[in-house]
């Protein structure tokens, strides 16, 4: 099984907490936040991971994600080609056809992603399937409920693709403008409810609730995954 883990992000909105770091080697709770995502892959079964990253950055990728029980392939796009670019860029190092996981590299999520796998194989129609997680608000909606859960699921920004979703995303943009509402539009495209932890991270306060998260659960933290691995 092979992955592929978009981190092309700057982190532009996390200013100074990024310390320097491109998004997807944040450091939380003293590990890159790639490192939680090569973990839960190889819990997983993942045995190779492609990370698709900004031009220049490949080496430091692959020295920060190695070891981890997964090969790392770092692949540097030559010009920033969007996450439907990105995917498809990175897509042309894989070895194998089938399936495959996808990752937003700024996610933390505790998805079971064997449990996903088997829900989209189970649709013989199936070219892809998102996770979707439940929306909460952001706001004050009462006096006595602060981030109420809205009875809306947004897309968690992971997913199994098979052979025919990565041979239809585009070349340059986005696949959620283009091949996700396409595959919809012909009843091939699935969701998995995933209710659990999601937090991505765009902002310092999204930062400070990864930190506070993985704190409290250090047997979550990667290196217990590379001591198993």
Same mark, same amino acid.
């Given at each position: ?68 029980? &997964?090969?790392?392939?770092? %692949? $540097? ?5 969007? *996450?439907?670019? !990105?995917? /498809?860029? #990175? ?35 199936? &070219?892809?399937?998102?996770? %979707? $997680? ?5 706001? *004050?909606?009462? !006096?006595? /409920?602060? #981030? ?35 595959? &919809? ?45």
């Amino acid at each position: 099984m092979e992955a592929i883990i978009l981190a092309g992000g700057q982190a532009t909105r996390l200013g100074d907490a990024a310390r320097g770091h491109p998004k997807a080697l944040v450091p939380i709770a003293g590990h890159p936040l790639a490192e939680y995502q090569v973990s839960q892959l190889v819990r997983a079964g993942v045995d190779r991971v492609i990370v698709s990253c900004a031009a220049g950055q490949a080496a430091l990728f692959k020295a920060k994600l190695s070891g981890l029980g &997964a090969e790392i392939v770092a %692949v $540097a796009e030559p010009e920033p080609l969007g *996450r439907g670019g !990105g995917i /498809r860029f #990175a897509a042309e190092q894989r070895e194998e056809s089938g399936p495959l996981y996808a990752l937003n590299g700024d996610e933390l999520t505790d998805v079971d992603l064997r449990a996903l796998l088997d829900a989209h194989e189970e649709h013989d129609r199936a &070219a892809a399937t998102i996770v %979707v $997680a439940p929306l909460r608000s952001q706001f *004050r909606i009462s !006096g006595f /409920r602060e #981030a109420p859960r809205l009875p809306h699921w947004v897309n968690a920004g992971v997913y199994v693709l098979d052979d025919e979703a990565l041979a239809r995303l585009p070349e340059r943009g986005d696949h959620e403008l283009s091949t996700f509402p396409e595959l &919809a539009d012909e009843g091939k495209l699935f969701a998995f409810r995933h209710e659990g932890l999601w937090i991505t991270v765009n902002t310092p306060k999204d930062l400070e609730r990864a930190e506070g998260h993985y704190a409290a659960h250090p047997e979550l933290r990667p290196s217990l995954a590379r001591n198993r691995s």
